[in-house]
């Protein structure tokens, strides 16, 4: 079982940054892929970026490549999104995810949220 925590969101002007925070609980938490999506109201969730369980592997969504990092300390059973040169359209609650199945994650945060003004 993974609990999981974001935190760090908040308001930003355009072409600021934020640095987003995934706390995880339980022992299995280096063994996951971390992803991280966004949502903005009425629309469905959107893949951000992953990385993979030792943090020698990502991969993000065009929209944010080149601005986005993922990074993951497991000894501390975290992960991070650094969001830089961020946009008005980066606006969305963040979520960090952990243990890819082939029906979805399996273990969600409660969401962070990232408001970028023009």
């Known amino acids: 079982q993974v609990q999981l925590a974001e935190s760090g969101g908040g308001l930003v002007q355009a072409g600021g940054s934020l640095r987003l925070s995934c706390a995880a609980s339980?022992?299995?938490?280096?063994?996951?892929?971390v992803a991280w999506f966004r949502q903005t109201p009425g629309k469905e969730r959107e893949f951000v970026g992953r990385?993979?369980?030792?943090?020698?592997?990502?991969f993000y969504t065009d929209a944010v490549k080149g601005r986005f990092t993922i990074s993951r300390d497991n000894a501390k059973n975290a992960a991070y999104l650094q969001m830089n040169s961020l946009k008005p359209e980066d606006t969305a609650v963040y979520y960090c995810?952990?243990?890819?199945?082939?029906?979805?994650?399996?273990?969600w945060g409660q969401g962070t949220q990232v408001t970028v003004s023009s």
């Open positions: 995810a952990a243990q890819a199945t082939i029906n979805g994650y399996a273990y």
């Open positions: 339980g022992r299995t938490f280096i063994w996951n892929t």
């Open positions: 990385i993979s369980p030792d943090g020698s592997g990502t």
